[in-house]
């Protein structure tokens, strides 16, 4: 995703809106029967067009038209569509951008349509309903999926290195020494010569295999698979509040020092480069080609990393941190109505179906993501246990109650267009971990402008 991209777009809206408020609505000449509905996830597609389908059956006065859009393209399209008046019934909305349309006023309130006012928060896992709550105490979007962070590993290249998955299982880590995570990343790095990262004569300059993958620097997204399990715990958070926070703490010392060991690891020689990542070369490719042992990665790779040929795959939780906890963000999709929804009452029909166990347990069964609510998770659970996958190190910490939100905030766009460049500085070591103090500074700056 473009950051720059991203940045023109919403501020290109934001200029465009009045028109787009004033625009007259066909409401007469629009399609009652018919519901448009956009989501980019093309491994999802068949578990709701299954879902539009069991809908129609119920509303036979109905019919889901879904529209699939890659990622890359989405949310231009979407963005342009609030202007042009061609916007979707219903769409599928991201967290880190919906404060943006709550901001521009372009989202109907849930709570406010007949079908979708009975969505009950509880019917969700615990922390997916709240960042969808508008400052104007409005609920914007009805949960329909969560993920979580682990750790993939391939079975033959750790217990070739000696390392059990009860072991992997049970790490920690601290920023002085790395604690067990780090031992055990190190044991895993082997250079051209044989040597592992742990004995004497290792070549951090001619490593063969990388103890743990890279991700990018994580500036574009709070860190979500890369460094953002380590600073959560070791106790940092990364606003004064949540949701619409006004203060980040990338500058506070918790953060620095966690991320100093972080990239650390990368100029040891243990994390792959910065330069190693590249479009064509993702954390599944570097495990796959056994390039690395550990990555990184969240819930929604699940059925990438377990068709990797060749590979025995395993999964491990995010290690402790100092708190003696482990910790992971919680990301979690929505399902949004625009504010000029051409077909309103049927999109608010659909939205609670999507929130609905029938169609939650279809996308459970379906295996691709985890659903929003329990009954869903259950389902997805059992799924991948009869598919001979062990996926409690994604929900143990809804059980333990680990998880952390996505920062929802204003200004996403320039605060994305800020990190990028600082968190790569970083990881190419051309910036020590003190500049984050000037980059959150300017962060909070643009909240300051505000008041």
């Not at 934001?14 to 007469?28: F, H, K, M, S």
């Not at 059956?57 to 609030?82: A, C, H, M």
């Not at 329990?374 to 991948?384: F, P, S």
Request: glycine share 10%; with cysteine; proline share 6%.
């Amino acid at each position: 995703m473009s950051t720059t991209a991203c940045a023109v777009s919403f501020a290109t809206l934001a200029l465009a809106l009045p028109a787009v408020g004033c625009a007259p609505q066909d409401a007469a000449g629009a399609d009652k029967r018919t519901i448009s509905y956009w989501m980019w996830d093309a491994s999802q597609q068949p578990a709701y067009e299954a879902c539009a389908k069991a809908f129609h059956k119920e509303n036979p006065g109905l019919r889901v038209n879904i529209t699939q859009i890659g990622w890359d393209y989405y949310w231009t399209k979407l963005t342009s569509s609030f202007i042009a008046g061609t916007q979707p019934d219903v769409f599928t909305n991201h967290v880190a951008k919906y404060p943006q349309f709550e901001k521009l006023g372009v989202l109907s309130p849930l709570d406010e349509l007949g079908p979708t006012r009975g969505i009950k928060a509880s019917r969700f896992q615990p922390g997916l309903a709240k960042p969808w709550m508008g400052r104007d105490g409005h609920r914007y979007g009805a949960p329909k999926d969560w993920d979580t962070v682990g750790v993939f590993y391939n079975k033959k290249i750790t217990r070739a290195a000696g390392v059990s998955d009860a072991e992997l299982r049970d790490l920690a880590w601290n920023p002085r020494d790395g604690g067990s995570f780090e031992k055990t990343v190190a044991r895993l790095t082997v250079d051209a010569n044989g040597k592992r990262g742990d004995e004497p004569g290792f070549d951090k300059d001619k490593v063969v295999r990388y103890g743990l993958a890279t991700n990018d620097a994580g500036g574009d997204n709070h860190g979500q698979t890369q460094w953002s399990s380590f600073a959560g715990s070791a106790g940092w958070r990364y606003t004064d509040k949540n949701p619409w926070g006004e203060h980040y703490n990338y500058g506070q010392k918790r953060f620095r020092n966690t991320i100093d060991w972080y990239f650390g690891l990368a100029e040891k020689g243990y994390l792959a480069p910065l330069k190693d990542y590249s479009d064509t070369n993702h954390p599944e490719t570097q495990l796959g080609s056994g390039k690395a042992a550990l990555a990184m990665h969240g819930s929604w790779m699940l059925s990438t990393f377990a068709g990797l040929k060749g590979v025995d795959l395993g999964i491990a939780p995010t290690p402790k941190g100092p708190t003696g906890k482990r910790a992971s963000m919680m990301g979690g999709l929505a399902d949004s109505i625009p504010k000029n929804a051409k077909n309103k009452a049927g999109a608010a029909k659909w939205v609670a179906f999507l929130a609905s166990d029938e169609c939650q347990n279809v996308v459970g069964k379906n295996a691709i993501v985890f659903p929003a609510t329990r009954e869903g998770t259950e389902k997805a659970t059992a799924a991948h246990r009869k598919n001979g996958l062990d996926v409690s190190a994604f929900t143990r910490h809804l059980e333990e109650g680990t998880t952390f939100s996505f920062p929802v905030t204003d200004h996403a766009a320039d605060i994305n267009g800020m990190m990028t460049p600082a968190m790569q500085d970083l990881y190419a070591g051309d910036s020590p971990p003190s500049s984050l103090t000037e980059t959150n500074r300017q962060i909070n700056f643009l909240f300051q402008q505000n008041n």
